[in-house]
């Protein structure tokens, strides 16, 4: 796919998909400073929002700070513990909302997740907003669906030493 310099971009990142991802794969840390560069290729930044659970220790706050720092936009919400143990912690809500929002100013929506409940608001934007959407993520933990409605799809996995960090390890299948 083409990306050229006037392409208005929006990049939204699913940041506990991303997480979980690295390390169940990788047993490594995500360096979400460097997805930022690839997703922005160029082009002109619009928006660049992280979405981040907090648990009630708050043991992610240097790190959703770090990611503010990086040039993030980054929401939080509280994890949600239920009764029973059972936990929540998801934004895929929110994060469709503010891609919605933003569409119109848009040219291009980045997800950077791999989950596919994202499937309608890539259609959406593509049908009705006239936006290219792109995807990144590590297509071992990508929904394959997802990867056949994207317009153009970055697996980060093809190049681990330049998007984990700490001791890049392949787990293997």
Known sequence: MIKHK??????????????????HLYSANVNFQE??????????????VAYGIVSPAGEEKKFLE?????????????????????????WDVGMAVDAIKLADKLDVV???TGDGDFIPLIHYLQENKGCLVELISFERS???????????????GKEPGKYLLKGVRKIRR
């Open 6 to 23: 006037d392409q208005r971009v929006g990049v939204f990142v699913d940041v506990q998909n991303m997480y979980h991802s690295a390390k």
């Open 35 to 48: 997805i930022l560069k690839t997703a922005i290729s160029g082009r002109k930044l619009i928006r660049a």
């Open 66 to 90: 770090i990611l503010g720092n990086q040039g993030f936009e980054v929401k939080v919400k509280d994890l949600q513990i239920f009764h029973g143990g059972a936990k929540k912690a998801d």
């Open 110 to 112: 980045v997800l950077v």
């Open 142 to 156: 990508t929904s394959s669906k997802m990867l056949e409605v994207v317009d153009d799809y970055i697996d980060l």
